[in-house]
């Protein structure tokens, strides 16, 4: 049922773990148009898994689909042909515009509407809270761990966010959150060991020229702590600019290493959601995918 739709345009906003994963999974499965829209600094915390890291790579391989980074929009078809799919932090309304997309995938997970209409292409489908189906979106897959995760919604609200996933007894204390709001600096990587009240990094704060007559704190750095032993899971890049809250790390009490280079349970049920959903929805492209544009 989906060969006639392979051809299809799909812009997919946001390159972290469930916008790469959906990428991963529709690149499989014969859909070889795909661009993914990033932000210049991208604050993905399952790098290895996430085409977000094209950005600083200018390439990323993840389960074996590579997503090159396109510093103009040209460059998308040529990457395509040569069987890759693209990345670029162009902003989003200049990529609509210049390369408008037969399906629209919202995957940034902002958890709050931030303008996205139905109008957006023939096909706009959202990931988690934040959106109406019907009214903000055509679909919605459910992200929420459960029953209901990956199911498509063509009407209606999905569950709201969940508590992180319990593993050995932690939930919120594998999560690990930015003090204060500056520039994310460490040594360490995903797969390191580390001990609970393990110094893992900092948060630079950058002062304004004028800030030094305003009574700043002298104190310009706040230490990022784990709160529990393990490993290392997920984490941000050195260099990134983070908010105060931003989550921008975790770590799993197992002690587990061979599952952090592929796509999660969750992530993989997410994307087949999305694939589901195009299919549900095929009657809006098929008198629109009529490929190489």
């Not at 399952?46 to 200018?58: D, G, K, L, N, Q």
């Not at 399906?103 to 096909?123: C, F, I, S």
Request: aromatic share 6%; net charge neutral; hydrophobic share 45%.
């Amino acid at each position: 049922m989906i060969d006639g739709l392979r051809e299809a345009r799909i812009l997919i906003r946001g390159a972290g773990e469930l916008g790469s994963a959906v990428a991963v999974h529709l690149a499989c499965q014969g859909f070889g148009r795909i661009l993914l829209v990033e932000r210049p600094f991208p604050k993905a915390v399952r790098r290895r898994v996430c085409f977000s890291e094209a950005v600083f790579e200018h390439a990323k391989t993840v389960d074996a689909v590579t997503a090159r980074y396109v510093m103009s929009l040209s460059e998308v078809d040529f990457h395509h042909e040569m069987g890759d799919i693209a990345l670029t932090t162009q902003p989003l309304e200049q990529v609509l515009a210049q390369w408008p997309p037969d399906v629209y995938v919202e995957a940034a997970m902002l958890r709050a509407n931030w303008g996205l209409t139905k109008d957006m292409a023939p096909l706009v489908i959202a990931l988690g809270p934040g959106y109406h189906a019907g009214k903000d979106c055509h679909a919605l897959v459910e992200t929420v761990r459960g029953p209901r995760l990956g199911r498509v919604l063509r009407g209606g609200q999905p569950l709201e966010p969940a508590p992180p996933a319990e593993i050995l007894g932690f939930a919120q204390e594998r999560v690990i959150k930015a003090p204060r709001t500056g520039i994310f600096r460490t040594g360490y990587d995903i797969g390191h060991r580390v001990e609970q009240g393990e110094k893992i990094g900092l948060v630079v704060f950058v002062f304004a020229r004028d800030d030094l007559y305003k009574g700043v704190p002298v104190d310009s750095e706040a230490p990022v702590v784990a709160r529990i032993s393990g490993v290392i899971r997920g984490l941000l890049r050195d260099g990134v600019p983070v908010e105060a809250g931003d989550k921008i790390g975790d770590i799993d009490p197992r002690g587990v290493t061979n599952d952090l280079a592929h796509v999660s349970d969750k992530a993989q049920r997410v994307a087949e959601g999305v694939l589901e959903a195009i299919v549900l929805n095929a009657d809006r492209l098929r008198h629109r995918v009529v490929g190489p544009r």
